[in-house]
Every structure is written in C-alpha cells, then in structure tokens.
C-alpha cells in the first residue's frame, strides 16, 4: 500500500530565503507525481506535474524534481515571498490505480 | 473553459439528514474522482468514476455513502445519515486520459459539510 510522507509538517521562514519541500513515497511504481497548493478554506491548486519519466519541472520560481528508485522529490522555492505561505501537498498515482495518494502537507509561512 | 465545479459551497446538516454533493468535471472530461479532507487530516480518496460505471471505491466507508456520475448531469455524492464525524471538505476532481498518457487531476473548490 503506497504511503506519502512530508518533511517538514510546517516551516516558517523570512521573506527572500530558498526552500526545499520533501516528499517520501514507500512504493516506487508510481506513474506520475504532483505538487499542490492549498490555501486555508480553500481548494487546490496544481503547481507542478511530473510524469514517472522525468526528472523535474520547472514554473517560474519553482522547480521539483523526481527520483523514483529513491521514492523522492522535492519542491524547491527560490526567493520567498509572503504570498507563498500555504500548505504544500505533495500526491503521487501509482501503477496500480489511477487515484492519487496524498501526503500530509508541509504548512509553509513566510513572514515579511 | 470553465474549472470544475462543485456546489454547494458550504453545506450545514443535522444529524440523520441527506447531504448531497455535486460535481460538475471539466468540459470533456468524463473521469471524476471524490477525496475527503478531515479537520486537521490529509485528503484521502473516496471513489473514482467514468460516466455511468464505478471503476474504484475502496476509499469510500461501505454504509452511507454512495456515487453516481450518470450519462448527463453532475456527478453527486451522497451521504444519508450524517453524523457529526462526517463534517470535512468534500473536493472533485476530474481528469481527461490522453492517449492514456495524461492523469493530471484538476480540483474542484470543494464543498465543506458541517453536521451539527
């Protein structure tokens, strides 16, 4: 059974600074693998998607990327800023199913 | 091209009511999948369905619940009895198979029942 974990759950951090997401996933047959922002009350919004082939994508200032026998990826934020703050969810589709199995979240805050 | 749609936006129910949730996909899409968001939990998948079949639910509880997503019209979602345990964001999203190449998922802004 595919479980999605994220490191850090929350992270707080001054306006300007890079960051890096993680995301972990136990099985790593999966299809592809998306980074999601959602913002509080809200619903989510698709930043990036990476099909099992690739190695990263890139949007703006944001960049992820994959490596599949490690069962990793990170979301790389370069330059924070204040409208960034949100929870960041990482969600990955499996060979096995078309659904996506998400993590918990990383709550990121950036304060100005 | 319109996003999806789901309404209402807010839903408030007592106990032993019927909530009922719609889901309006993305023009051309005919995949739509419904996952739960539990105060304070992650999204977790309930159901998966194409126009008028059910491909997967091994997300959604086996009493209660149940998903339609006919020929025409929304796809709904419907909860009979409530209970307090059933308050959370309800979110749709649907997807169009490309050369069964492309599962990229667009959300829908979710519907948050509130049982009272």
């Known amino acids: 059974k595919q479980e999605v974990t994220q490191i850090p759950a929350a992270l707080s951090v001054p306006e300007g600074e890079n960051l890096v997401l993680n995301c972990s996933f136990t099985?790593?047959?999966?299809?592809?693998l998306q980074w999601f922002r959602q913002d509080p009350g809200k619903g989510l919004t698709s930043l990036l998607l990476?099909?099992?082939?690739?190695r990263e994508q890139t949007s703006g200032r944001l960049n992820a990327s994959l490596d599949k026998s490690s069962g990793r990826s990170t979301l790389y934020i370069a330059a924070s800023q204040p409208g960034d703050s949100a929870t960041y969810l990482c969600?990955?589709?499996?060979?096995?199913?078309?659904?996506?199995?998400f993590g918990p979240g990383t709550r990121l805050s950036v304060l100005p | 091209n319109a996003g999806v749609m789901q309404n209402p936006r807010h839903l408030v129910r007592r106990r032993g009511q019927e909530a009922r949730l719609r889901c309006s996909p993305m023009?051309?899409?005919?995949?739509v999948y419904w996952y739960r968001q539990l105060p304070e939990e992650g999204l977790k998948f309930m159901v998966y369905?194409?126009?008028?079949?059910?491909?997967?639910e091994s997300g959604m509880p086996k009493e209660r619940f149940s998903a339609e997503f006919p020929k025409e019209g929304p796809s709904i979602l419907r909860i009979q009895q409530v209970v307090r345990g059933d308050s959370a964001a309800y979110f749709c999203?649907?997807?169009?198979?490309?050369?069964?190449?492309?599962?990229?998922?667009?959300f829908g802004p979710g519907t948050r029942l509130t049982v009272t």
């Open positions: 999203a649907s997807s169009h198979l490309v050369g069964g190449a492309d599962y990229e998922q667009y």
């Open positions: 099985d790593s047959a999966i299809y592809n």
């Open positions: 990476i099909q099992s082939s690739q």
């Open positions: 969600a990955v589709v499996d060979n096995y199913g078309q659904n996506f199995v």
């Open positions: 023009k051309g899409h005919s995949h």
């Open positions: 369905l194409q126009k008028e079949n059910i491909i997967d």
